[in-house]
């Protein structure tokens, strides 16, 4: 079981940049591959990064890819997204999960665990 706890959303300009912070519960934190989902008001759901247990492998969201970057510490139990040239699109309720799962998914069911949302906002 593990708990997650996301921070760091908030307003910023188009192209600037914020990161998002997701502290995680357990002792076991190292085993688990990450990740960021999306969801913006009135759409669905959306991935937006993966890392495996260990950081070495990545994958993210062609629509992200080379403006965000995810990366873990597992001393302290955190997986962070940095996002940079940030577009108005990007505004969403941003999402940390988790999973023992083998592999890196990008579908929604592919993580049993998730936190509570953090808001980002992007004005243009």
């Known amino acids: 079981q593990v708990q997650l706890v996301e921070s760091g959303g908030g307003l910023v300009q188009a192209g600037g940049s914020l990161r998002l912070s997701c502290a995680a519960s357990?002792?076991?934190?190292?085993?688990?591959?990450m990740g960021w989902f999306r969801q913006a008001p009135g759409k669905e759901r959306e991935f937006v990064a993966a890392?495996?247990?260990?950081?070495?492998?990545?994958y993210y969201a062609d629509s992200v890819k080379g403006r965000f970057t995810i990366s873990r510490d597992n001393a302290k139990n955190t997986v962070y997204l940095e996002m940079n040239s940030l577009k108005p699109e990007d505004t969403a309720v941003y999402y940390c999960?988790?999973?023992?799962?083998?592999?890196?998914?990008?579908?929604?069911?592919?993580?049993?665990?998730w936190g509570q949302g953090t808001q980002v906002t992007v004005s243009s």
């Open positions: 999960v988790a999973t023992l799962a083998s592999g890196l998914g990008f579908r929604s069911g592919d993580y049993d665990y």
């Open positions: 357990g002792r076991t934190f190292s085993s688990y591959a």
């Open positions: 890392i495996s247990w260990s950081g070495g492998n990545t």
